[in-house]
């Protein structure tokens, strides 16, 4: 059975940090690209970053570059994000998503096929 689980999530400071990973299974996670996506309430779904399913090409949102690193270990299914500097404006859940598509305007929704359950960030003192 095809599925992304998301996890990693919870609560942390301002300024603190979190790693959420992504793992797959029932599929070979190396054959596509992965985003990372969140949503905060009473907001769309923002897609914050994309790595390609090769790993060498990644691409980030204005609103977390520099904060934020994408990455994957195709031997063990899994990508990962790493968030440091987390403010509360980084607060929603925050799903993983796999696309067939490594380049271009990736970071729209409606490009990947499949999704995660999402796991909760919030950034609060």
């Known amino acids: 059975q095809l599925q992304l689980v998301e996890s990693g999530g919870g609560l942390v400071q301002p300024g603190g940090s979190l790693r959420l990973s992504c793992a797959a299974s029932?599929?070979?996670?190396?054959?596509?690209?992965i985003g990372w996506f969140r949503q905060a309430p009473g907001k769309e779904r923002e897609g914050i970053s994309h790595?390609?399913?090769?790993?060498?090409?990644?691409t980030y949102a204005d609103s977390v570059k520099g904060r934020f690193t994408i990455s994957r270990d195709n031997a063990k299914n899994t990508a990962y994000l790493q968030m440091n500097s987390l403010k509360p404006e980084d607060t929603g859940i925050y799903y993983c998503?796999?696309?067939?598509?490594?380049?271009?305007?990736?970071?729209?929704?409606?490009?990947?096929?499949?999704w995660g359950q999402g796991t909760q960030v919030t950034v609060s003192s």
């Open positions: 029932g599929f070979s996670l190396g054959n596509y690209a």
């Open positions: 790595i390609s399913s090769s790993g060498d090409t990644t």
């Open positions: 998503a796999r696309t067939p598509y490594n380049s271009g305007y990736i970071l729209r929704p409606y490009l990947y096929n499949s």
